[in-house]
């Protein structure tokens, strides 16, 4: 069988097309709505990460400078407390 490539730019241009029809029949306006909340849940997701990810910074370094009270302070059953939340914002702002 010989198969032909469609080329990117008619694909690109059937999508946009299919995308407004969407967005203009009765249930685009909750299609939107509902694509705006998967934006917004993953921007706190990823806000969420990279909160972790300081907070996972500050206990590895804790750790490794056998600094016990602040590497309990940075604990991973603490990561989830508001407390830990802070002390990873106030960090981040040391750095910036």
């Known amino acids: ?23 203009t029949s009765e249930v685009g306006g909750k299609a939107a709505l509902m694509f705006a909340g998967l934006v917004a849940l993953f921007l706190t997701l990823s806000g969420l990460n990279v909160a972790n990810s300081y907070v996972g910074r500050n206990f590895m370094t804790a750790i490794a400078n056998r600094q016990t009270p602040e590497s309990l302070q940075h604990s991973p059953s603490s990561r989830l407390s508001l407390g830990s939340l802070k002390n990873a914002l106030r960090c981040f702002g040391e750095n910036s």
């Open 1 to 23: 069988m010989d198969t032909q490539q469609v080329p990117f730019k008619v694909t690109a241009v059937r999508f946009v097309r299919a995308v407004k029809v969407f967005m």
